[in-house]
């Protein structure tokens, strides 16, 4: 069993930035891909970013260049790094972690960020 724990989110001005960091626990086996969701009020919960152990990484297409999503293998830990923030972006953000890009097993409970003026 794999446990996921997101860091705090909060409130963002449009335009800022903001770290989100997630630490995976409680399993001897390596961990994959790990990533990030989002769901907003209304929405379905959608890719945000996600990043293999090998460094690949897929990113949705209304984040890239703005969202950086790494890794540090040896902590299975996994950073998103969110700039020039904007309201769209508020949402519930989820940390996930699978053995592939289209499997992702184990989810955190979810960190809202809300980007508003």
């Known amino acids: 069993q794999v446990q996921l724990v997101e860091s705090?989110?909060?409130?963002v001005q449009p335009g800022g930035s903001l770290r989100l960091s997630c630490a995976a626990s409680g399993s001897g086996f390596s961990i994959n891909v790990m990533g990030w969701y989002r769901q907003a009020p209304g929405k379905q919960r959608e890719l945000v970013a996600a990043i293999s152990k090998g460094g690949t990484t897929n990113y949705d297409a209304s984040v890239k260049g703005r969202f950086t999503i790494s890794r540090d293998n040896a902590k299975d830990m996994v950073y998103l790094q969110m700039n020039s923030l904007k309201p769209e972006d508020t949402a519930v953000y989820y940390c996930s972690a699978g053995p592939l890009?289209?499997?992702?097993?184990?989810?955190?409970?979810?960190?809202?960020?809300?980007?508003?003026?």
Not at 8 to 11: F, I, K, P, T, V
Not at 102 to 112: D, F, I, P, R
Request: charged content about 10%; aromatic content about 14%.
């Open 8 to 11: 705090e989110g909060g409130l």
């Open 101 to 117: 890009f289209v499997t992702m097993n184990y989810w955190g409970k979810g960190t809202l960020v809300t980007v508003s003026s």
